[in-house]
């Protein structure tokens, strides 16, 4: 009984961690090879919510496909459009179904524009002020892995497919934002806020697509002639030294 009891205990946790795991345990199949993924998206900051925009290219995998599946969860879609006609679609347990004019053909390429709005539950999030920190400063930013980007994007949201991305936020004009690969333009926009258009030029899994947004300040250094900036929320422009000061040696090792 001795020598059985853990084997009990371990076999139940075991069990208890599978069910309270979200992300799915196999791979589903896929109709299509996302390409890339051009993401612009906006904020209400007092209602929490996100308002975007998403343009997939995408190419299918095989002949017959009547119709695009893209995983989305916490928003409304209020416009759905393929090849720049307006399309058809269906939100059902957490799938946005979009359907195709007619079958499509293998290697076909289709883009995708989607616009929607949401208040995500996760994979992205507001750091605002309240009662308890009326100084805190603001931020947003998101985690998708494995599979929480389609909280606040409607994508293929599993690690199985990459592709190449761009985001592009408009923020308050006082915010620092950091996302994928190079920053390419930083723009006035109206209501004094500006846009930020970040190019990630290189494949990666949709849950790597990320940013962070918000009331940051900024030091520059430089490691081997390369560019690296160092970020903390306002206020703590103190501690970035203290911080940040063995970063060099990491990247040294």
């Avoid at 006609?85 to 799938?95: F, G, L, N, Q, T």
């Avoid at 994979?123 to 931020?139: C, Q, S, T």
Wanted: hydrophobic share 35%; with cysteine.
């Amino acid at each position: 009984v001795a020598a059985t009891l853990p084997a009990i205990v371990l076999a139940l946790a075991a069990i208890f961690a599978v069910a309270a795991r979200a992300d799915r345990p196999y791979a589903p199949s896929r109709d299509y090879d996302l390409q890339n993924v051009r993401v612009s998206l906006r904020f209400d900051l007092d209602q929490r919510k996100v308002m975007g925009e998403v343009t997939h290219t995408l190419s299918t995998l095989r002949d017959g496909i009547t119709h695009l599946d893209f995983d989305c969860a916490d928003l409304t879609i209020s416009s759905a459009r393929v090849n720049g006609k307006d399309a058809s679609y269906e939100v059902r347990d957490e799938k946005l179904h979009i359907s195709l004019a007619q079958p499509a053909k293998a290697g076909e390429k289709f883009e995708v524009d989607l616009r929607y709005e949401g208040k995500p539950t996760t994979g992205l999030y507001f750091i605002l002020p309240d009662k308890d920190d009326p100084n805190r400063a603001k931020e947003i930013w998101t985690q998708g892995e494995a599979e929480d980007t389609h909280h606040y994007i409607p994508i293929y949201d599993y690690p199985n497919d990459r592709t190449t991305s761009e985001m592009i936020l408009t923020v308050p004009d006082d915010w620092l934002t950091v996302s994928n690969g190079k920053l390419l333009s930083v723009q006035d926009a109206p209501g004094g806020t500006k846009t930020w258009t970040w190019r990630q030029s290189l494949p990666v899994s949709t849950y790597l697509i990320s940013f962070v947004a918000g009331e940051y300040k900024e030091k520059k250094d430089t490691w081997r002639n390369i560019p690296v900036t160092y970020y903390v929320p306002r206020g703590q422009e103190d501690t970035i030294d203290s911080t940040f000061q063995h970063t060099k040696q990491m990247l040294d090792f």
